[in-house]
């Protein structure tokens, strides 16, 4: 659980923006209660965003685990090494066109 993360930071700022506002510009507030409520805002952002990841990080491991297998016998456990060389086709295996006349 990752709660010290940029986007937490972010979050924090917004959350915090009115108090920092209020004390840095308007100064009608104290600077310490716009520090406070920062750090507050950073820290309910950081656990929501990190409960929000174990959400979708259980979401995808379930799916994952849900997800038939291919039952296809070409593809199933092959490598590319394993195919049959191709030889490439020229123009000299390639019959000859002859023209047709018209009738």
């Known amino acids: 659980m990752n709660i010290l993360r940029p986007g937490s930071v972010v979050g924090g700022l917004l959350l915090s923006s009115p108090t920092m506002y209020s004390a840095l510009i308007t100064e009608t ?3 310490d209660a716009a520090i406070y409520r920062f750090l507050f805002g950073v ?41 049959p060389p191709v030889v490439p086709t020229t123009a000299m295996d390639m019959p000859a066109l002859e023209p047709v006349a018209l009738p």
């Open 29 to 31: 507030i104290g600077v």
């Open 43 to 83: 820290l309910v952002t950081g656990v929501a965003l990190s409960i929000l990841d174990a959400i979708t990080v259980a979401y995808a491991t379930k799916n994952e685990a849900e997800r038939p297998k291919p039952v296809n016998p070409y593809i199933q456990g092959r490598r590319a090494t394993d195919a």
